[in-house]
């Protein structure tokens, strides 16, 4: 796939720096990003030293409900510079990864992407011939390019994700030690955190439906879910409790999402 290489830009946002802003900048919505706050893993004890949790942003240009909703402008900012705001509050990831489809590497998303200065994210642009719905496809080659222990999903229909639920997302994620967990308080929408194993998701891949590789996570939220409405769920719900070595009232959601991955 097509790859822009950017380096992270730190920005001193005192009054004397901004009067130094070229003009294109303003004409992109003024976008506003802090100084980067990633932290150095070394000295880091909420999270293993080995484990690497980078953050891919699907997005694409195309949607049927409403067409180029990344780019709609609200107070002149672009939905998609709200979110990549935001991710770069997260203190427990590492890269943050815009993943696009192929056809939008020229379109005005990526262009936008592309000439966006001040950013500390990556752009990847699928190869050729990976379908746009094929999404689960996009992330795997993102991996290949960026590999990592575990990444964030977040997709860019969620603008305003709070950057905290992403870091508690990834901090319960790795003392867990499940394959895949997922964070939505209240379940409000657009507040949905996801948190996936990299290796994991690699071997799931070749067993994925359609509809599955649309939507990246679908795969493992329908086998680990915990809810009986199906022989499915009851027979994976038998297979659960037979692997708990301790009394049921033990193990509470994480602790039964670990036996289940």
């Keep these: 796939g ?9 920005w001193l946002y005192s009054t004397r720096e901004n009067k130094g802003r070229d003009a294109g900048n303003k004409l992109r919505g003024a976008l506003f990003l802090p100084k980067p706050r990633h932290e150095a893993r ?13 953050c891919i942003v699907q997005v694409r240009l195309a949607s049927t409900r409403l067409p180029g909703k990344a780019l ?15 991710l770069s509050l997260c203190k427990k990831t590492d890269k943050t990864i815009v993943a696009i489809p192929h056809s939008d590497w020229n379109s005005p998303l990526g262009l936008f992407l592309r000439e966006w200065q001040a950013r500390p994210f990556e752009i990847y642009s699928a190869p050729e011939g ?16 960026y590999p990592c222990e575990a990444f964030v999903r977040i997709c860019a229909d969620s603008p305003l994700v709070d950057p ?12 867990g030690g499940a394959a ?15 948190v ?52 049921h ?3 509470g959601w994480l602790g039964c999402l670990r036996l289940l991955s």
């Design 164 to 175: 905290a639920l992403v870091d508690q997302a990834v901090e319960a994620f790795a003392k």
């Design 72 to 86: 709609l402008r609200i107070k002149g900012k672009p939905l998609i510079g709200y979110l990549l705001e935001r």
């Design 180 to 194: 895949y967990l997922a964070l939505r308080p209240m379940n409000i929408g657009g507040q949905c955190v996801e």
């Design 196 to 247: 996936v194993n990299a290796e994991a998701f690699a071997a799931a891949l070749t067993g994925m439906t359609k509809e599955e590789r649309e939507h990246v996570t679908l795969y493992f939220h329908r086998r680990q879910s915990m809810m009986v409405d199906t022989q499915a769920d009851f027979d994976r719900l038998c297979f659960l409790i037979g692997k708990m070595d301790k009394p």
């Design 249 to 251: 009232t033990e193990y």
């Design 42 to 54: 070394e000295g880091r004890e909420d999270i293993s030293p080995a484990m690497k949790v980078n």
């Design 2 to 10: 097509r790859r822009y290489p950017y380096s992270i830009c730190h």
């Design 130 to 145: 990976v379908a746009d719905e094929d999404v689960a496809n996009r992330f795997a080659h993102v991996l290949q390019r």
